[in-house]
């Protein structure tokens, strides 16, 4: 405690920066240079020695180099993210490459900087994250004299293709003050992508303000979008600032941007493309700099030529368009997902969670997860909360599925030409009863039949009963 305390009151100028790096010349050069600068440095010659750093003192910037024997900057990158410290990451690498640079900003890195670099860039990165740093541990920055919560950036997971070429449009789109439409199906993560939009782009230092439109009542959604003055209507006892003004110098985040109604679109239209608008029960007219995010699960633009939502709103929503891709076409990203969420629910819960085996991974693989990432999200925070095992295996894993994704899993045999429809229907009742170990229930409930139906058609095939099981006779 009294070494965190000694050096917080050194840093108290320009910041504390700690320099990871093995190759001592390296270092040292880095390291002088920010002293220079006025920062207090710290020097680590490997990841693990960084750790131990980090145990007896605060940073504002980590400087890490990528390739170091041991430790590699990327996994040690990984032990600080599962320590959540405000310290902000910058990624030094000779072996620079698209592959290195996304997986470091995916595992929570500030920026990254190529080798050879030259001392102002250094200067300026290091300037930014330390900034940054400072403001998180504030937890607000100002914005005209007003306090608003300052945004990290999120932690997004994945190294499948699609996840690359997200990450790649997001970041052309961050650099940006257009408005941009992300749609995708619900439980991808929409808000997750608004969110990173806001805090890598050029209003990181102003609010967030997110809408969750489908919770606003109707004839409340004017007063909650663009406020009210006092006795506008019943119960409007004051005046009252709404969404767009709290967001102002910042990014205002509609989610589910179809719920609002045509004829307060057209008002939306107005203040996207003028940049004004009106209190609910004043003339007065106020202008507002908002970068609107819109986000729908829908398809917006199928809607607008069916009439359910305005034309020309749509075109001026989807300046720059997003699609965030479900989680059954990027499911090589399952294992490190699910190794994210695990860590999660660990932190939380104080305790050890089961592990997922290798044939439970498989199982999770045919699932189709039409609820997405919460979806898995949810179903691994229920096997790490209420499975007292230390290893999940696919048979317990199975009990948590839905029956009709475990029905599907598996390859589905070939049916040679000619074969009957009786013969057929046998063959799939009996991969289903031996899907489910010869329960009639489970495996009447994932075929769609009842019990006595399913009974029926077992004492055909020569199938003996037993208590709830049957087996084959002979």
Known sequence: MKRKQALAAEASGRGAVLVVDDHAAARASVADVLRRCGYFVGECSSGAEALQALDKADYDCIITDLKMPGMSGLELIKHLERRRLRARIIMVTAYASVSSAVAAMRMGAFDYIEKPFDL?????????????ARLLQDGVTKHDGK????????????????????????????????????????????????????ATGPRRYGPFVSVNCPA?????????????????????????????????????????????????????????????????????????????????????KREAAEGAFRADLYYRLAV????????????????????HFRSRCQERLGREV????????????????????????????????????????????????????????????????????PEMERQ????????????????????????RTLTDRLRQYGYAPRTKEFRKAG
């Open 147 to 198: 306090s608003v919560a300052l945004v990290a950036p999120p932690v997004m997971i994945g190294n499948s293709r699609p996840m690359i070429e997200l990450r790649a449009k997001i970041e052309q789109v961050a650099a940006t003050s257009e408005t941009v439409l992300i749609t995708g199906e619900s439980g991808t993560g929409k808000e997750l992508v608004a969110k990173w939009i806001h």
């Open 354 to 421: 089961p592990e997922i085996e290798r044939s439970a991974l498989e199982v999770l693989a045919e699932h189709d997860w039409p609820g997405n990432v919460r979806e898995l999200e949810n179903l691994v925070t229920r096997l790490c909360v209420l499975e007292n095992t230390p290893r999940i295996s696919a048979d317990r894993l199975r009990k948590w599925l839905p029956a009709e994704s475990q029905s599907r899993s598996g390859p589905l045999p070939e049916i040679p030409v000619g074969t009957t429809i």
């Open 216 to 300: 606003l009542a109707p004839h409340l959604m004017e007063s909650e979008l663009f406020g009210h003055e006092r006795g506008a209507y019943t119960g409007a006892d004051s005046a009252r600032a709404g969404r767009f003004e709290t967001a102002d110098g910042g990014t205002l985040l509609l989610d589910e941007v179809t719920e609002i109604g045509l004829p307060l679109q057209a008002k939306l239209l107005r203040v996207l493309q003028e940049k004004t608008f009106e209190r609910v029960g004043s003339s007065e007219t106020r202008c507002v700099d908002v970068r609107v995010i819109a986000a729908t699960n829908r398809d917006l």
């Open 120 to 132: 102002e860039q250094l200067e300026r990165l290091t300037a930014e994250a330390v900034r940054h």
């Open 428 to 451: 799939l009742i009996e991969r289903t009863l031996e899907q489910f170990g010869g329960h009639r229930s489970k495996a009447a409930k994932a075929l769609g039949i009842g019990v």
């Open 320 to 339: 720059l368009p997003i699609e965030v891709p479900p989680l059954r076409e990027r499911k090589e990203d399952l294992p490190e997902l699910i190794a």
